[in-house]
């Protein structure tokens, strides 16, 4: 399964983003996903996370109240809405998901497949 994660971009502190995160060619119904990120010199860290049903999410502490994820069945897409962004925020944006039901822990846990990553850069 490939994963292909979008939307990045160079945006002011304070602005607003929307990641996507596409499966080439097949359907995200049945996949959870997450988003983590990582910054230069810092270690991977988890972001969101969606349960293949879309009827749960999870957030990082430091992102709860400013980012949203959610699922476009119809668009077969998974997005990341940032709001409020701030310089802490810059990193690559990494999608991941799997299609066996299992919800994608903070620890990487259930990450089957990776998106190649999309640049975030939030200037101050």
């Known amino acids: 399964v490939q994963l292909q994660a979008s939307g990045g971009g160079l945006v002011q502190a304070g602005g607003s983003l929307r990641l996507s995160c596409a499966a080439s060619g097949r359907s995200f119904d049945s996949y959870s996903v997450g988003w983590f990120r990582q910054a230069p010199g810092k270690e991977r860290e988890f972001v969101a996370a969606i349960s293949y049903s879309g009827g749960s999410t999870y957030y990082a502490d430091s992102v709860s109240g400013r980012f949203t994820i959610s699922k476009d069945y119809a668009k077969n897409a998974v997005y990341l809405q940032m709001n409020s962004l701030k310089p802490e925020d810059t990193a690559v944006y990494y999608c991941?998901?799997?299609?066996?039901?299992?919800?994608?822990?903070?620890?990487?846990?259930?990450?089957?497949?990776w998106g190649q990553g999309t640049q975030v850069t939030v200037s101050s």
């Open positions: 991941a998901a799997n299609n066996r039901g299992e919800t994608i822990r903070s620890s990487g846990r259930g990450a089957d497949y």
